[in-house]
């Protein structure tokens, strides 16, 4: 079976860019993989920040940008914030009807 | 601005079953495809099941597969969630999510409810 993999945890300082991956343990993610990336505050409900691999959802601050690269789907987060501490998921279409999110990667910045 | 309200979550025993519904609003409902997705705790977030707009095609997450049902009320802006044979590992908060049928991701989110089986 399939696995979407994403990095465990990551930390990184106020104003610095971290680059979060989201992969699969079989093949590779492409376009059809639809990838989209949600962000979430422990206790609140997921907010949505990348559909399609590198379109930003309405109102999310373009220090957030997504794109493909070397076959995984990137969330590329420059200049980080406070804010920014949080948990971070992908989620891939693995096609007829089937959806898998990666286990999140937690991000720290201190 | 898009309204999605889970309900239903509480306490079950294992081997029961619960209804989990969700009440959509501010949008076009019967155009949209539906999706829930659940969070253990502690977890991170594992889709549960499909509807398209007219109520097919439904998938559903090899977990759940034979164990619940989903369906919807285009009349009357719901979604329904039927569990059955519910597991402790079916313990988690279930949120309802609108998804996109352009982009193939779930736009809109519900503030979840909590699903607690126990044995």
């Known amino acids: 079976q399939t696995v979407v993999t994403q990095e465990p945890s990551f930390s990184v300082s106020p104003g610095g860019t971290v680059t979060l991956t989201c992969g699969l343990t079989?093949?590779?993610?492409?376009?059809?993989?639809?990838p989209s990336w949600y962000q979430q505050i422990p206790g609140q409900a997921p907010r949505t920040l990348i559909y399609n691999a590198n379109i930003r959802s309405s109102g999310v601050p373009d220090r957030y940008s997504g794109s493909i690269l070397d076959n995984k789907a990137v969330l590329t987060i420059t200049g980080a914030q406070a804010d920014d501490e949080s948990d971070f998921y992908c989620v891939l279409y693995m096609g007829s009807g089937i959806w898998v999110f990666g286990a999140g990667t937690r991000v720290t910045v201190l | 601005e898009v309204q999605l309200v889970e309900s239903g979550g509480t306490l079950v025993q294992s081997g029961g079953s619960l209804s989990l519904s969700c009440a959509a609003s501010q949008f076009n409902f019967r155009g949209y495809s539906m999706s829930w997705i659940r969070q253990a705790p502690g977890k991170g977030l594992e889709w549960v099941s499909y509807?398209?707009?007219?109520?097919?095609?439904?998938y559903y997450a090899d977990s759940v597969k034979g164990r619940f049902t989903l369906s919807r009320d285009n009349a009357k802006n719901s979604l329904n969630l039927q569990m059955n044979s519910l597991r402790d590992d079916d313990t988690a908060v279930y949120y309802c999510?609108?998804?996109?049928?352009?982009?193939?991701?779930?736009?809109?989110w519900g503030p979840g409810t909590l699903v607690t089986v126990s044995s």
């Open positions: 509807i398209g707009s007219s109520g097919s095609p439904i």
């Open positions: 999510a609108r998804r996109s049928d352009y982009y193939l991701y779930f736009d809109n």
């Open positions: 079989s093949g590779s993610v492409s376009a059809t993989s639809y």
